[in-house]
T-cell receptor
Framework: AQSVTQLDSQVPVFEEAPVELRCNYS??????LFWYVQYPNQGLQLLLK??????LVKGINGFEAEFNKSQTSFHLRKPSVHISDTAEYFC????????????FGSGTRLSIRP | SAVISQKPSRDICQRGTSLTIQCQVD?????MFWYRQQPGQSLTLIAT?????????ESGFVIDKFPISRPNLTFSTLTVSNMSPEDSSIYLC??????????FGQGTRLTVV
C-alpha cells in the first residue's frame, strides 16, 4: 500500500519570499509522484509530476519539486511566491500501472501575505 | 489533455433525498474514479469504475449509498443516496487516460440541510 504525508497543514509566507511545501511518501513498489493545486472553489490542477529520469522536475507557475528516493521525499518549491499562489496544495502518488488509483496527502494550505 | 465537464457545480439538498452527479469527458477514457473531499480535508477515493462492469468500492463506501453508472467510455454518474448532513462535501470525478496522469472535474459542492 502507498501513503503520503504532508508535514505542514498550513504555510504562511510573505509575497516574493521563497516557499517549500514538504511531502514524504511510503510505498513498497515504484510510484509516480504528483503535486496538484486547488484554488479556492475550483477543482484540481496538475502542477507537476515525476515519472522517472531527472530528479528535479519543473512545473507550471514557476514551481519545481525534487524527488529524493533515499529520503522518500518530493518537496515542492518556488523561489518567489505571488498572491495568486494562495491555494491548497496536494502531494499524491500513483502505483506504476495505468489503472491504479491516486493516493493523496492531507494537503497544505499556502497563504500569501502582502 | 482530456476535458471533463461535471454537473451540477453545486447543490443544496434536503436530508433523505438523493442527488445524481454527472461527468462527461470529451474523449474515450478507460478508468474512472470518484472522490469525496470533506470540508477542510483531502480527497478520499469512493470507487473505481470501468465501462460495462460493477464499480469497485473502497473501504467505508457501499454501493447502496453511492451507486455508480458507467454506460460508456465518455460518461459516468455518481448518486449520493438518502443524504444526511454528513454527506456535505465536494465530489470530484477523475479519469485515468491510461497514461500516468489523472484529470479532474471541477467538482460538485454538495450541502445537505
Amino acid at each position: 500500500a502507498q501513503s503520503v504525508t504532508q508535514l505542514d497543514s498550513q504555510v504562511p509566507v510573505f509575497e516574493e519570499a521563497p516557499v517549500e511545501l514538504r511531502c514524504n511518501y511510503s510505498s513498497s513498489v515504484s510510484v509516480y509522484l504528483f503535486w496538484y493545486v486547488q484554488y479556492p472553489n475550483q477543482g484540481l490542477q496538475l502542477l507537476l509530476k515525476y515519472l522517472s529520469g531527472s530528479t528535479l522536475v519543473k512545473g507550471i507557475n514557476g514551481f519545481e519539486a525534487e524527488f529524493n528516493k533515499s529520503q522518500t521525499s518530493f518537496h515542492l518549491r518556488k523561489p518567489s511566491v505571488h498572491i495568486s499562489d494562495t491555494a491548497e496544495y496536494f502531494c499524491a502518488v500513483k502505483r506504476y500501472s495505468s489503472a491504479s488509483k491516486i493516493i493523496f496527502g492531507s494537503g497544505t494550505r499556502l497563504s500569501i501575505r502582502p | 489533455s482530456a476535458v471533463i465537464s461535471q454537473k451540477p457545480s453545486r447543490d443544496i439538498c434536503q436530508r433523505g433525498t438523493s442527488l445524481t452527479i454527472q461527468c462527461q469527458v470529451d474523449s474515450q477514457v478507460t478508468m474512472m474514479f470518484w472522490y469525496r473531499q470533506q470540508p477542510g480535508q483531502s480527497l478520499t477515493l469512493i470507487a473505481t469504475a470501468n465501462q460495462g462492469s460493477e464499480a469497485t468500492y473502497e473501504s467505508g463506501f457501499v454501493i447502496d449509498k453511492f451507486p455508480i453508472s458507467r454506460p460508456n467510455l465518455t460518461f459516468s454518474t455518481l448518486t449520493v443516496s438518502n443524504m444526511s448532513p454528513e454527506d456535505s462535501s465536494i465530489y470530484l470525478c477523475s479519469f485515468d487516460s491510461g497514461d500516468t496522469e489523472a484529470f479532474f472535474g471541477q467538482g460538485t459542492r454538495l450541502t445537505v440541510v
